[in-house]
């Protein structure tokens, strides 16, 4: 659960917890992201958690995060257990990418059951429509804005839109997907 979640992690399940995961480069926007969280209210934590591939921008991203009191950070690759960890205890997810040409994070996040919080970049807004906040891609007043504005009372507000959601990108609705494109081209049975 989302409390045992937080007891295990050592912190205060009265936050609203905001998880950034997964590889971090460049195009993710991780830069903006932790920009905007400095601006962040009382009562809001940042988890960032995954690898980083460019030793510059880990020291860069490293110096930005000792002036960040509110941030858990884990610059490793997550295994599975420590997944479902830092999912559980979030409350929200922030992909603050800058481009976007395709994302294995928007089912996962989705799959979590987990709102989000997303650059305005055509693929993500098709993708996650309903199921939470966007902002204007690389603003880090936009971004600390939807920050800002999210209260715990407004998230349950997308359950019902993330569980429809779900079976979109359910291995399921993908199998008859290929199934359909392969009838397609071969004309039928």
């Known amino acids: 659960s ?3 979640a937080c007891k295990k992690l050592n912190i ?10 997964g590889n ?10 932790l920009e905007a969280f400095k601006k962040a209210g009382e009562g809001k934590k940042l988890f960032i958690i995954g690898k980083c591939f460019n030793r510059e921008m880990e020291e860069k991203i490293l110096q930005i995060l000792n002036k960040i ?10 295994d599975i257990e420590e997944t479902c960890l830092f999912f559980s205890a979030a409350d929200i997810v922030v992909l603050p990418y800058i481009e976007i ?17 997303y650059s305005d970049i055509d693929l993500l807004k098709e993708n996650l429509d309903n199921c939470g906040f966007y902002f204007k891609k690389g603003d880090v007043q936009s971004l600390a804005s939807v ?19 779900k079976k979109l990108f359910s291995w399921k609705n993908h199998a008859q997907i290929l199934a359909g494109t392969y009838k397609n081209i071969c004309g039928g049975e």
């Open 2 to 4: 989302r409390d045992e």
């Open 12 to 21: 205060s399940p009265e936050n609203i917890n905001f998880l950034f995961y």
């Open 24 to 33: 971090i480069r460049k195009y993710k926007g991780l830069e903006v992201l």
């Open 69 to 78: 009191p509110n941030v858990l950070f884990r610059l490793k690759r997550a």
């Open 101 to 117: 040409f395709n994302s294995g994070l928007v089912p996962l996040t989705v799959s979590m059951g987990k709102p989000v919080i």
């Open 147 to 165: 920050i800002n504005s999210v209260a715990k009372e407004k998230l349950d507000g997308f359950k019902e839109v993330i569980e429809n959601r």
